[in-house]
């Protein structure tokens, strides 16, 4: 019971478990092993179904818009780079333009532990703690709030990994089960030390995963490889998953409600179109042909653009380097052809007065001002686009997005221009140049071979759900922050493009109950939101 202003609100207390990528797909097909027994009990007691993810379905703008509330158009974030001037950097806390679902419990009086969700680096003070999630650069950073909280998970568990990372006599599963191991333990004793009215865990693992061993446990894959102790492996894992979840739920009293939930799916990935490629071929992505300046000279004392990567990842400096401004990258010579980089467009070949049109992360940017150009850009890469030949033995399936079909908001500006899928994912834009062909598999067979679906998981159990087992249809990763804020009776934000998920409560239950309340877009107004603002600013500076 919170008492606020004198009066008394009642509530049941709110744990998310998100699992990076999962799929009711590998749900289906290990059931019957007898591996998911917590996830099992908590849709026959609760309510399940698909979690529809945002386009681009990406991990990054899938989790931002998941504690907005809001499409990526309102938020400006849609993908993990994001696009700066002719070039790109790696998107951080800082850009999400919104508030989330933790500030306004903060502000209502509630306290929130928040764990390892992706792009909360840098953290933000908050009314709890929060220890930052993926796109946090190293374990060296200050990755937590308060930081001094750091120093405390580095004592619980040294070999804590703050991202992917395949160490020296690892394998790949010998990675994700280390990582697992030590995300549990730290979450563990966070959420039995600190406690806090709203809680939220994830774990990526899940994700990283189901991208490197695919192949091993989908007959279907093209690249399929027999490797039962493989697939053991991944069975083995999906237990320790499904161990953690009733672990997590017995940490918690029985008037604890649970959510489960994932920010996308996951599927076969058969290839990649190689975009930047075919928008040389095509006429509208210019190259230069020669180094010039610094370059060259650069090239001449032995520094190249691979040797850098290759310092950079010895010395833990990978993100360091991302950082870098854009006239600096481009200015580093390349050894090869293919240009291997994360934005792959900062680099010095590009003759930006006669391009058109260039490829970054998910989508197509139009390299023009003029608003009558530009359409005339856009429908002919539309058109031509159509005409692609797909690879042997496979069905394409087009379907090419404008940006304002996908979104709307403020940061519209910052979109990709055109959003091309291939299918369900099952192609994958690269932004490499120099291949020789438009599509491409060898990274398939040697590396990820598995790609993201719109179909994330959605299950909730606990005291204010509805029994039974019930399917929900339509439920969007947009749904969750303002069912959750309603679930604390707090005000809904009239810009969150999600409703209020009122048929997952029982029919007697207070969120049930209860009409959904509504606030201004930003802060709520009035006295008593100032007064709430204050409250939250007091608390976090530990000083009532």
């Not at 580095?154 to 280390?178: C, G, H, Q, W």
């Not at 040389?280 to 040797?307: C, D, F, H, P, V």
């Not at 090419?400 to 959003?419: M, N, Q, R, V």
Request: contains cysteine.
């Amino acid at each position: 019971m919170l008492h606020l202003g004198g009066m008394a609100m009642k509530y049941s207390r709110l744990l998310v478990i998100g699992l990076d990528g999962m799929t009711f797909d590998l749900y289906k097909q290990y059931k019957a092993r007898g591996i998911f027994k917590n996830i099992t009990e908590m849709m026959n007691k609760g309510v399940y179904g698909n979690l529809k993810s945002v386009i681009p379905t990406d991990t990054v703008p899938a989790w931002a818009c998941f504690y907005t509330g809001k499409n990526p158009g309102k938020i400006g974030v849609y993908g993990t780079s994001k696009k700066e001037s002719f070039g790109a950097r790696t998107v951080s806390s800082k850009d999400v333009k919104s508030r989330k679902i933790w500030n306004y419990l903060n502000e209502n009086g509630y306290t929130t532990g928040l764990f390892a969700i992706p792009l909360t680096y840098p953290p933000e003070p908050v009314s709890g703690f929060m220890v930052s999630g993926m796109l946090t650069p190293n374990i060296k950073s200050n990755f937590t709030y308060p930081e001094e909280l750091k120093e405390e998970i580095l004592r619980i568990s040294p070999s804590y990994r703050v991202s992917f990372e395949v160490k020296k006599s690892e394998t790949i599963m010998d990675a994700i089960n280390r990582s697992f191991e030590a995300r549990v333990k730290v979450a563990t004793y966070l959420l039995g030390k600190r406690k806090c009215d709203f809680v939220m865990v994830v774990f990526n693992e899940t994700d990283w995963m189901e991208h490197f061993m695919w192949k091993y446990i989908d007959k279907n894959h093209p690249f399929f490889e027999n490797n039962k102790k493989k697939e053991e492996e991944v069975i083995d894992f999906l237990g320790q998953v499904d161990k953690t979840i009733g672990d997590f739920k017995n940490l918690f009293s029985s008037d604890t409600n649970i959510m489960i939930m994932s920010d996308h799916g996951a599927g076969i990935l058969h290839g990649h179109f190689n975009i930047n490629d075919w928008l040389i071929q095509n006429g509208y992505l210019a190259m230069r042909k020669k180094q010039k300046g610094i370059s060259k000279g650069l090239a001449k004392i032995g520094i190249t653009r691979e040797k850098l990567l290759s310092i950079s990842l010895k010395l833990g400096l990978r993100e360091l380097t991302k950082q870098l401004p854009f006239w600096i990258r481009r200015s580093i010579p390349e050894e090869k052809n293919v240009i291997e980089w994360d934005d792959a467009l900062a680099f010095n070949y590009v003759d930006w007065e006669k391009t058109k049109a260039w490829a970054l992360g998910n989508g197509i940017y139009i390299n023009t001002k003029n608003p009558e150009e530009y359409i005339k850009i856009r429908n002919n890469i539309l058109s031509d686009i159509k005409n692609l030949k797909p690879p042997v033995g496979n069905d394409l399936n087009i379907t090419t997005y404008k940006k304002e079909d996908l979104f709307s908001g403020d940061y519209l500006d910052g979109a990709p221009d055109l959003i091309p899928l291939f299918g369900e994912y099952k192609f994958l834009l690269s932004t490499s140049i120099g291949n020789n062909d438009f599509f491409t598999f060898d990274k398939v067979k040697r590396s990820r071979n598995a790609s993201h679906r719109l179909n994330g998981i959605f299950i909730a159990y606990g005291p204010d759900i509805k029994g039974g087992g019930k399917k929900l249809e339509g439920t969007s990763i947009l749904d969750l922050a303002p069912t959750i804020l309603h679930m604390y009776n707090v005000p809904v934000p009239e810009d969150m493009d999600g409703k209020v998920l009122k048929e997952i409560f029982k029919g007697n239950s207070e969120p049930r109950r209860r009409e959904v309340k509504y606030q201004r877009a930003g802060k709520e107004g009035g006295e008593r939101g100032k007064i709430k603002e204050r409250i939250r600013k007091l608390k976090v500076g530990e000083r009532i």
